[in-house]
């Protein structure tokens, strides 16, 4: 922010001492290490000596004119911003409904965001079917606006001419509260409006600045993993933390291990937020105040890489007549994003090709207009609350887990990717030196640019052409990077591929599995019940050489009785085999190159068959019976024995 003095055009030939000296303030974090080392008085005191020097407030040529209508000279904000600042109308015909009532409105997520100033829908941070029904309604208010949804710098225009137009406090568009949208519901129903509220709404009542010095503050988490966390009922005109904001801060820092260099979220920012009441120019340095708080307490509890605080925009809160209202607009807030992953920057609004024919061009129009339906279907699905059973079967095929946070984690990498490749990528189907001979397309980061390898035909079909676009998608919206990269089968069977044995740490940071669970849900059809099974090990057998049977003759040869445990490629496996007596003796058995397989040791082999010595010794005891049993184990969840009797015969 830039103070910049001008005067009128008549000053030109006043006296010299006519005008008001210069004035160069502190800068902001100077004041308030001033303030927290000697309190309140020092930085009046400082303020003072700067504005004047050794002369007497009463005296100082500094405090004449200080009024409203001074004609000398007028303190000008100079502000960057993407739209013109619309005339402010603190109070009109608006008010917060209960519910919204509209169709278009009248959704879970959109009624979510009109009950709290907290939850509102944000400019650049929110998006998805929210936002285009947001954008719907006001279009179908007279404020047209495409139905990216995306909460763009169009989206902010639309909604701030709509605010300003109902009077809604502070119209700057950023965001879509409680009184934007029950008011966007009121206006699409043909309501009157409310009866405007009285003159001194933004006053405190009587009492109100009390109760919130004397309280302990509040503080509520959320976004998909609880990752944001909002401290609310900062003390008015007070910049300090209270005990509950740092109990629930120091609860953030444990949950998700931000004290660990190598955890996987970051503070993203924090942000100070102030009420209505009280100048601008007073508010903003309040709103600083808090967020530095807020940043230091983060840094002296093992988070160095906090960032500095910041102050919100001006008017980035909900205004309100009532002290709740003000107590949640009295806030900071902190949020978290996965490491090293930033929004992708905003996309040109359709996809363009650079060097691709005729054919592959229409493939990718078909893929691109599939994909993200297909992906946000798939991001809607594990939103679902409790996890639905076909949910649940896809998070653990492809994820290996059925935890509801890892759920949400992954719809929201889903949703990334989807707004991405709806917005509109670079697509270049000319050769390019990342690519293979077995290559389906490479991102390159740098340029932001898909490119589509060998003229694509390895991509065939519109199905496998929106997989790859998905796959790419991951890359470049969703911060997956190329490093370990692994890939599952041909679309739409997606099996497992190189991926057998991995975790879920190692497929959350794989872009193909997000790609090859989105494709499966989308095409498969059905459920996913039979291949959740099969990597929980319910499908695992013993099959024989000869078929089907269970009678060993012992005379005979090793090779003529192999028992085989299948299926098991894809599920990277050890194996304990043991041959067991009813006596509880164990045997030898031998791999299928005739190596002793010992009963106490896990292997490898899925192949065992009985040697000469076995035979020979259980024909001496004169074993007619016993039990053939292997048990199955991976570091991913199978733990299951599968045994079948073996009857001998001389």
């Keep these: 922010m830039t103070l910049v003095a001008s005067m009128p055009p008549s000053s030109a030939t006043a006296p010299l001492a006519a005008v008001r000296p210069a004035r160069r303030a502190p800068q902001t974090h100077q004041l308030l290490h001033l303030q927290r080392a000697a309190g309140n008085r020092a930085v009046a005191q400082l303020l003072s000596v700067q504005r ?43 008010r917060t409904k209960a519910a919204l009532q509209t169709e278009v409105l009248n959704t879970p997520a959109l009624q979510n965001a009109a009950s709290a100033a907290s939850l509102a829908l944000e400019v650049g941070q929110s998006s998805g079917d929210p936002v285009r029904r947001l954008q ?81 503050g509040k503080a509520v988490r959320s976004g998909g993993l609880g990752n944001d966390l909002r401290l609310t009922d900062f003390a008015p005109g007070r910049g300090r933390m209270k005990p509950d904001h740092e109990a629930a801060v120091r609860q953030l820092i444990k949950d998700f291990d931000l004290f660990e260099p190598e955890s996987a979220f970051e503070v993203e920012f924090v942000r100070g937020f102030t009420d209505p009441v009280d100048a601008e120019e007073k508010n903003v340095i309040l709103r600083e105040e808090r967020a530095i708080d807020v940043s230091f307490f983060l840094r002296t509890n093992a988070v160095p890489g906090a960032p500095e605080g910041q102050a919100a925009a001006e008017g980035s809160y909900d205004a309100g007549c009532d002290p709740a209202t003000r ?26 090709r650079l060097k691709c024919g005729a054919p592959v061009s229409a493939r990718i129009d078909a893929a691109l207009a599939a994909a993200v339906p297909d992906l946000n279907a798939a991001a809607a699905e594990l939103r679902t609350k409790p996890l639905s059973q076909r949910g649940r079967d896809a998070l653990f095929v492809y994820f290996r887990t059925e935890d509801e946070k890892t759920a949400d984690a992954v719809a929201g990498t889903l949703t990334t990717a989807a707004n991405g490749l709806a917005g509109g990528p670079v697509i270049d189907c000319a050769a390019f030196f990342g690519c293979s001979e077995s290559s389906h397309a490479v991102t390159n980061l740098i340029t932001g640019q898909i490119h589509i390898c060998n003229d694509g035909v390895h991509d065939p079909d519109e199905v496998n052409m929106e997989r790859t676009l998905m796959h790419e998608g991951m890359h470049l919206f969703g911060g997956m990077g190329a490093l370990g990269e692994r890939s599952h089968g041909d679309a739409p069977g997606c099996d497992e591929s190189d991926l057998a044995g991995l975790g879920t740490a190692s497929r959350l940071s794989n872009a193909d599995s997000y790609a090859a669970l989105a494709i499966r849900m989308a095409k498969a059809g059905g459920a996913l019940s039979g291949s959740a099974d099969h990597f929980h090990g319910g499908d695992l057998q013993l099959a024989t050489t000869p078929k089907k049977t269970s009678t060993v003759k012992l005379a005979d040869g090793p090779e003529s009785f192999k028992a085989t445990i299948q299926p098991v490629n894809d599920l990277a496996p050890t194996m304990q085999w043991r041959l067991t007596d009813g006596a509880g003796r164990h045997y030898l058995l031998l791999n299928i190159q005739d190596e002793i397989i010992d009963p106490s040791i896990a292997t490898t082999s899925t192949v065992v068959k009985i040697g000469r010595k076995t035979r020979d010794l259980l024909q001496s005891r004169g074993v007619a019976d016993a039990v053939l049993s292997v048990h199955v184990v991976n570091r991913i969840g199978v733990d299951r024995t599968v045994a079948m009797p073996l009857t001998f015969t001389p």
């Design 52 to 94: 004047c020097g050794s002369t007497p407030p009463d005296q100082c040529p500094c405090h004449q004119g200080d009024s409203e209508d001074d004609a000398t000279a007028q303190r000008v904000v100079v502000e960057p911003s993407p739209l013109p600042i619309p005339v402010v109308q603190r109070h009109s015909g608006f």
């Design 136 to 216: 719907q309604a006001l279009t179908a208010a007279g404020f047209p606006v495409a139905p990216t949804s995306t909460f763009d710098a169009a989206t902010q225009q639309a909604n701030g001419a709509f605010q300003s137009a109902h009077g809604i406090p502070f119209p700057t568009g950023r965001q879509a509260g409680p009184k934007t949208l029950s008011t966007l519901d009121d206006h699409l129903l043909g309501a009157a409006p409310p009866t405007p509220p009285p003159s001194d709404c933004a006053k405190y009542e009587p009492g109100e600045r009390e109760a919130s010095l004397t309280s302990p």
């Design 327 to 352: 107590s949640d607009a009295r806030a900071v807030l902190i949020r978290l994003r996965k490491r090293g992953v930033k929004p992708p920057d905003p996309k040109p609004p359709a996809a363009r």
